[in-house]
Structure formats: structure tokens, C-alpha cells
């Protein structure tokens, strides 16, 4: 297919909300793959592997509800359900038949649920960093990043901040973690990409509704996956056991496992050359090119 290395930004409305979204690729193919980013990060966490695997796909970095571009909730609802709302009026907003999905951990655990719930429109799952047990030190890591200082004068002084918290990652690492999330101010500075409501430790969102409690139990989505499935795991994290990652490739049947060396939890910015060779070696022992 005709494909295009220069990335497009773009925007559509979706379930009552804007979204933005960074677009690689034919716009005419129905397939796609669409990258999805975790908490309190961006669409840009995927610049490196989005470029890589634009060579040979229509590819989409989506910035979830309430980060980077794309508006916050009114109602503080970011819950896994409504979040699976969103990429289905997106997906469906495209005007896509299929989809690849790519997700690191919150977008990890959206397309699970979503490829669960739309097996016949899913061809092929990434989950990075995703798994329904997480470890309670890299929660509190992020938590402590997301509720830290609100503003920056200079792009050094988020990556200062991000070396407090990984002091063995490289410079190169955490510049690009940086750049994932942050947004830039009118005055020229910079603030966190997402949404302020993050940072408030009493904020609560709406009880869900019946319909909405159907995706709280993300082992029942796991169970219900039918398309092929790879999961991914830096081999640093501190976000994920073994055992976990093991428990999730046994309930889903023909899985498989990939280790990213020299990648923590973040592997998207950790290691994009060698997370986008794997996706893309998987992909292409599953079908020569997009449907």
C-alpha cells in the first residue's frame, strides 16, 4: 500500500468528546493500527514506533480522554468502561473494518477489554505492560510523578525530575518520557499533559452504571481475547512480576511473550526500536500486510 513517513495530526469528535490523534499512512485503508498510550502520558510516547511501523501500515497514536490534545471528561468519568466507549466511536468514526491494537498499560488494559468485547473487528493485540495484578511500588512512582510540581521552565527540569524516580534510565530515556507528558504553555514553559483532575488525590468519578461494571473485572476480559495476542514486559519494570505476566499468557491459549532488555515499565520510550521490531515481527508472521 501507499504509505507516508510524514505524520499527520488530527482531530474528530467521538462520543460526545474531541479527540486528537496522530495519523501515519494511507488514509483510504480500512485497516489500522492504533497505538494507545498509558496514564498520565501522550500520543507522543509512540513517535518512534509509530514511524517505524508507518512503513508497512496505516498506523494511529490516539490520545485518550483527558491527556494531551484531546478534552478531559466533564464529569471526571475516566473509567475503563467509558474509556472503551471512546475507541469504539473512534474506530467506528474512522471508518475503520479492522484494527491492530497497541496498548501500554491503561491503553494495555482498554484494548484488551475492547478486543474482547469486538472479536470480529480486532485482527491482532499488543499488550505492554498490562496485566490485571500490578505491583504497588510502580503505581506509587507514577502517582508521585503525576501529583509532583505542576510547572516547568525548561524541558531539563522534567527530566531532573523523572531521574529521581529512574536513576538508572538513560538521558536519551528520559528525555523521551518527557516529551510523552508534557505540554507546552502559553508562556513557553511546561505543565503535565493531562488533565489537572488527575492530581487530586479526592477526586472520584461516578458510581458506574450496570452496564459499565462489565469491563471492572479486566480477568474476564483476558479470558474472553480470541484474536492472536502478544505481551510485552520490560525487563526492568517495576511494574509487573513474571508471575503475572505468565498468568495472563496461560488464560489467553497460543499467546505469546516478549522481554524488552534494557526497557522499565515505559518501553515505548524505554526501547522503540526494539518494541517496534518485535510488533512488527509479530504482525508479519500473522499476515503479510493490513486487511
Known sequence: MASSNRPRDESLDANGLRFQYQEWGDVRTKHAVILLHGFAETKAIWTDVGLDLAREYRVIALDQRGHGGSAPARDNDYSRATQVEDLEAVITGLGLRTVTLVGHAMGGANALCYAAEHPDIVTALVIIETAPEVLRTGMET????????????????????????????????????????????????????????????????????????????????????????????????????PEATQRVQRRIIGSRVSLIEGAGHHVPTDQPSALSLNVREFLQNLFSGPA
Open 142 to 241: 507514577i502517582r508521585k510523578l503525576a501529583t509532583g510540581p505542576d510547572k516547568f521552565n525548561t524541558l531539563d527540569e522534567v527530566v531532573d525530575l523523572y531521574r529521581q524516580y529512574y536513576p538508572e534510565a538513560t538521558s536519551e530515556q528520559l528525555e523521551r518520557r518527557a516529551r510523552a507528558s508534557v505540554a507546552v504553555t502559553d508562556e513557553g514553559g511546561y505543565t503535565w499533559g493531562f488533565d489537572k483532575a488527575f492530581r487530586d488525590s479526592r477526586m472520584r468519578p461516578p458510581e458506574p452504571d450496570p452496564g459499565q461494571r462489565r469491563l471492572n473485572d479486566l480477568w474476564d476480559c483476558v479470558d474472553r481475547v480470541q484474536c492472536p495476542v502478544m505481551i510485552v514486559r520490560g525487563a526492568d519494570t517495576d511494574m509487573l512480576t
